[in-house]
């Protein structure tokens, strides 16, 4: 079997099962275990060596008994901009796009703040050279 879908994705057909399965959003490897072991599934198998009835059993699965792809995508949004409209802490964060969990924000937050550097000399050109 070529092309394995689920829940809209498309598995790359090299890799092993078990790490195939962890390109799905929402699913990681320990996950991926869980499901391989439910789906009664040798971890080991590339996909591309997948039976069709192993690929709908592990579709099947997936599907029916988590929430991926989409569907938890719009769950996290939708989390996001509940927060935002309570005007919770966490809600302003986000929406200030501030780091959320507590860090600290004098240094260390660079990545989410887009590598900001608000200091007098961290962004300064060299001065022009005598002629």
Known sequence: MAVVRIAGATLPANKRVEIALTYLYGIGLTLSKKVLTAANVDANLR???LTEA???KIREIVEKTYKVEGD????VLLNIKRLKEIGAHRGVRHSKNLPTRGQRTKTNSRTV???VRRT???GRK???EKT
């Open 47 to 49: 996909v591309k060596d």
């Open 113 to 115: 703040r887009g590598n």
């Open 54 to 56: 192993q690929a709908n």
């Open 120 to 122: 007098m000399g961290s």
């Open 72 to 75: 938890l995508k719009r769950e």
């Open 126 to 128: 060299p001065a022009a």
